[in-house]
């Protein structure tokens, strides 16, 4: 496989046609090897529009989902970002090329050691990998500039919308099979927070975030 080739594919073919047009991303994108950060058994999927499997039955987003996601927090160079969900830390290692500093939050520990790995070898000192339940995010290192949560959820919770600053934004992606949808909120003032409706996708669910009954009376 010509790698630089499939690299450009996935740009040009997958990332772009969604919407993707922000230069900086998609540079970026050219230059963070995906490949790296993908179990070396599933290396031929790294630039397949796909999602990849990970250990422990988790799974890593497809590439042009990984990219909206990235484009819509508009990440900025002084910032502070927390993500939930780290799998093999390649968002986290995007996010860190853009923001100042990264922690990312993850409750399998063969993950936590994987993610931490991938990272050092990446090179990315201001990208820090915890153990921990993101559901709860992580209050006492608040308030973030970003939250971005790597996996769905039934709804975003108020704990972590507490946990932005003002003019933050946290990108999600909310609801149940079928039907879920990538989200943005921004934090206006002390007391408001609006929400934007991105785009409609299907991603695998984050642990230990609270579900809806499924009991109706």
């Known amino acids: ?35 790296d950060f993908v179990p070396p058994a599933y290396r031929a999927l790294a630039f397949v529009d796909t999602e990849v499997p990970l250990p422990e039955g988790q799974l890593m987003l497809a590439p042009r989902v990984e990219a909206r996601l990235l484009q819509e927090a508009k990440v900025q160079r002084h910032e502070t970002v927390l993500e939930i969900g780290a799998g093999s830390g390649f968002m ?6 853009r923001a100042q500093r990264v922690i990312s939050m993850e409750i399998r520990p063969t993950l936590v050691k994987m993610a931490t790995d991938n990272l050092r070898r ?14 709860q995010g992580l209050a006492a290192e608040g308030p ?5 949560l790597s996996g ?21 992606v909310e ?13 206006t003032s ?9 785009f409609d996708t299907v991603v695998p669910r ?5 579900e809806p009954s499924r009991f109706h009376f």
């Open 190 to 198: 002390a007391s408001a927070v609006t929400k934007v409706d991105l």
């Open 122 to 135: 990446a090179g990315l000192s201001n990208v820090t990998v915890r153990e921990g339940d993101g559901s």
């Open 92 to 97: 986290a290692a995007l996010l860190g090329h």
């Open 1 to 35: 496989m010509n790698i630089e080739q499939a690299r450009f594919n996935m740009i040009e073919q997958q990332i772009r046609p969604w919407d993707v047009l922000d230069t900086a991303v998609l540079e970026l994108l050219a230059v963070v090897k995906r490949e």
């Open 144 to 148: 973030f500039d970003v939250i971005v």
């Open 206 to 210: 984050l642990d230990d975030f609270a």
């Open 152 to 172: 769905s959820v039934a709804a975003v919770p108020q704990v972590l919308l507490d946990q932005l600053k003002v003019g933050g934004r946290l990108v999600a």
């Open 175 to 187: 609801g149940e099979e079928p039907v879920m949808r990538a989200t943005l909120r921004t934090r």
